[in-house]
Every structure is written in structure tokens, then in C-alpha cells.
């Protein structure tokens, strides 16, 4: 074990697949392992260098593993790709990881903290729950005007459906549909519920930030809304804060 200097680390939800060679570039270990035996592996080995695809998880293993003092680098699968010398599976994978690591040309993905991905979450899941806010009131749209009831666009023309599923003296709408609208009208407010929250979130964690709260201080810049900065992932809004830090008073 001591000759190893760099590892492939094929990364998966139950087994892992291990590729390790030398100095001289000789293969000296291809191993399988359980997801629950891959931190004692690598604590009995000397730091090394270890090359995972930035795929789902790894930004956790790549934190775990450098507490064990190993150099850890992520790399983008399709920058991996073109080294997969045989047909694809789990050995051919992390063979390629392990020798696409090494290459000076190759480039890396920085591995997030925790807090990194914690405003990363927030602002995934408020992306996602707004699509679905879209869903609903689209299916609640869609239903209620195959019986001739409509409404302007926009949350006001929403807010009028919603005043006729709950009136029970609207003959034109059958108990059925009534009752399977009503449903929607529920789960819609739960997701309006749940992105204001998702809002307020975001928003402290804006506030917590010296990037965040320039952000702040474009006018505009953190209005809501679908195409706000309250609404854009870490990285977008860094790119907002680029081509608008000209009219940010510098601190």
C-alpha cells in the first residue's frame, strides 16, 4: 500500500471502484468497495493524490478524504470521458479517473464547504418548487376552462379561479372536478408558503455575506421574481455582481 501515489476513485451510492498506482505510473491495487468501508481504506493509506468525477456526492467524499490528508481533486465527467480506454464500467472509469487526474492540462472543480452548498440547496429547491407553482396553476388553468372559466394571467386572474372553486353555488363546475381542484388550490398555497420561506432564507444568507450584501445594493438587483438574483444559483449571481460591481460603492 505504501507505493501508491495516485488514485482513481469511482464514486456510486453502495460500491466504489478503486484504481491506484505508483510513481511510475505501475497499477497496484483495483479494488471494490462498500460505501461503508471507503474512509477506513483510504485511513490506512499515506496521503496521496486522489482524483474523483464532479458528479453527485463528491464534493462530500472530497471533504471527507482530505481530513485524512490526501490531495483531492474533482474534474468534470466529460473531461474524463476521453480516457476511458475500454468499454465503460465501474474499473474502466476509475482507471481513466486515476490517469486523467495527472494531466497538467487537465482542470479542476474547486470543492464546495458545507456552507457553499447549503445556499446552493436554497436556491435549488426554491428553483424547483417554483416550477412546480407553475405547474399547479397551470393544471388549475387548464381544468377550470374546460368549463368556461377563465381569468386574466397573472396571480389576481389565479386568485378569481380559486374564489370559484370554493363556491359551492357554481353549478357549472361538477363535484368531482370541484373537489379535485380544490386539491391544487391546497398544494399551491403550500408552495407559496414554502418559497416565501425559501425567500427569507436566501436572503439572510445574502445578508451574511460581503458579496451578498453589495448584491444588495444594485438597485434591482434583488427585486423577486423568476429572473431577480433571489432566484439565481451562487454562481450566476457572482456573474450579476461582476458586470454590476461598477456602480457598488467600494467599501
Request: charged share 25%.
Amino acid at each position: 500500500m505504501e507505493a501508491i501515489v495516485t488514485i482513481g476513485l469511482d464514486i456510486a451510492k453502495s460500491v466504489f471502484q478503486v484504481h491506484g498506482v505508483d510513481a511510475d505510473g505501475a497499477v497496484v491495487v483495483r479494488r471494490r468497495l462498500t460505501r461503508a468501508k471507503v474512509l477506513s481504506f483510504f485511513e490506512r493509506l499515506p496521503p496521496c493524490l486522489v482524483g474523483l468525477e464532479a458528479c453527485a456526492t463528491a464534493h462530500y467524499w472530497g471533504r471527507e478524504l482530505r481530513k485524512l490528508g490526501h490531495d483531492v481533486r474533482l474534474m468534470p465527467p466529460s473531461y474524463v470521458k476521453p480516457y476511458v480506454k475500454r468499454q465503460k464500467n465501474d474499473a474502466a472509469d476509475a482507471e481513466a479517473i486515476c490517469e486523467a487526474v495527472t494531466r497538467a492540462s487537465m482542470r479542476f472543480v474547486e470543492i464546495k464547504s458545507p456552507e457553499q452548498q447549503s445556499v446552493m440547496s436554497l436556491h435549488r429547491v426554491r428553483q424547483m418548487l417554483m416550477r412546480q407553482r407553475t405547474q399547479v396553476s397551470n393544471a388549475i388553468r387548464g381544468h377550470l376552462g374546460e368549463f368556461g372559466r377563465v381569468a386574466p394571467i397573472g396571480r389576481n386572474g389565479l386568485a378569481q379561479l380559486i374564489v370559484i372553486i370554493t363556491d359551492p353555488n357554481d353549478s357549472a363546475l361538477p363535484d368531482d372536478v370541484r373537489a379535485a381542484v380544490a386539491m391544487l388550490a391546497v398544494q399551491l398555497r403550500l408552495l407559496n408558503e414554502q418559497i416565501l420561506e425559501l425567500d427569507r432564507r436566501v436572503r439572510a444568507s445574502a445578508r451574511a455575506t460581503d458579496v451578498g450584501r453589495r448584491l444588495m445594493e444594485v438597485p434591482g438587483a434583488w427585486r423577486h421574481g423568476s429572473g431577480s438574483c433571489l432566484a439565481r444559483t451562487p454562481a450566476a449571481a457572482k456573474n450579476d455582481w461582476e458586470g454590476s460591481r461598477s456602480k457598488v460603492i467600494a467599501t
